[in-house]
């Protein structure tokens, strides 16, 4: 009997399958990845403040918000903690650490030495191309500062503080649109340059109960993209105007426009003058803009004092019809040792 043989097809030889990434791998690359553009982002603007440079747009704009770096470090830390990334970890933890630190009151804060001879009431306000005046008037009467600061004062404010209040000494540049500016005094006011800009920045010097007090109207242009130059100018003219006397009590208030984030502003800061608000213990108290402030917002209106004034208090009110928060501060001018 003849056997036959019975072919069987060959088998193919199963390949094993590639597995595909465990989701759970997927997010985690994706966290760490999230985490790292957060954390870069946050560096390059403490990079800038840990070495005294303003840097490029938008690294100014996003200074005068420093404190609230806090949300992307503090979210980049967590990202790094799910994506189990040590590297971003440590990036996450000393970028909030850094971020904390930076957030402490700049400057100095020592009190005088010399007795008291005069308190004074100080008032600053930016009135947003006058819109604002009418608000800036009913605060006036009721506070009775006994100087005040107007910034974006156009021609009917300025009209309106020559007519409507009862301050005997005015030093009033008035213009169309944010270019005005003023300053009122119950003191005798005696002619003095102020600081030349885009804006105006008058100055004058008042007799203070025996005392030459200088008095300037700061309003240098915002560090908009395109005009840093000019920015960084006008606060350094400011920084110059208060280099330029050191032995003659001084206030310089106003809309500057930056915060003690910004290198520009702590130069002024550091020939001695003095935020008012930090001397009363409440810096970084948002002034901007007003819809949001507080909780959000710069402080980027400040009253700076010389070494020869003490601040027994300073609060911010709020007016309508502009977008600062006016800012109140109670003085106190000391004699010389």
Request: charged share 20%.
């Amino acid at each position: 009997m003849e056997a036959t043989t019975i072919e069987r097809p060959d088998r193919a030889v199963a390949q094993p399958a590639k597995r595909p990434a465990a989701p759970s791998r997927l997010w985690r690359r994706g966290a760490a990845w999230l985490a790292a553009i957060a954390l870069a982002g946050v560096s390059v603007v403490l990079g800038c403040r840990a070495l005294d440079m303003d840097g490029v747009t938008p690294v100014p704009q996003l200074l005068a918000f420093l404190p609230w770096l806090l949300v992307p470090a503090g979210t980049g830390l967590l990202l790094a903690a799910l994506a189990r990334w040590r590297i971003g970890l440590a990036w996450g933890a000393v970028a909030v650490a850094v971020t904390a630190w930076f957030t402490q009151p700049y400057g100095g804060a020592a009190a005088p030495s010399g007795p008291p001879v005069a308190h004074l009431r100080v008032l600053t306000s930016n009135v947003e191309f006058g819109q604002a005046t009418e608000e800036l008037l009913a605060a006036i009467s009721r506070e009775r500062p006994d100087l005040v600061f107007v910034q974006e004062c156009d021609l009917s404010c300025g009209q309106a503080l020559r007519d409507r209040t009862d301050y005997p000494h005015h030093r009033i540049a008035a213009a169309t649109g944010a270019e005005g500016s003023a300053i009122l005094s119950r003191y005798p006011l005696k002619d003095a340059e102020g600081v030349p800009g885009t804006l105006s920045m008058p100055g004058a010097v008042a007799e203070v109960e025996g005392h030459r007090v200088r008095l300037l109207s700061a309003h240098p242009m915002p560090p908009m993209p395109g005009e840093l130059g000019v920015w960084r100018s006008e606060l350094g003219a400011l920084r110059d105007y208060a280099a330029r006397d050191g032995r003659t009590p001084t206030i310089v208030a106003g809309d500057f426009n930056a915060t003690q984030d910004h290198a520009a502003f702590r130069r002024i800061l550091d020939t001695g003058l003095r935020d008012s608000t930090r001397l009363a213990g409440g810096s970084r108290t948002p002034s901007w803009p007003s819809d949001t402030a507080p909780p959000l917002g710069a402080q980027i209106d400040h009253v700076l004092v010389s070494a020869d004034f003490s601040a027994r208090s300073t609060r911010f009110i709020d007016l309508a019809n502009t977008d600062h928060r006016s800012l109140l501060a109670d003085l106190t001018l000391h004699a010389k040792n």
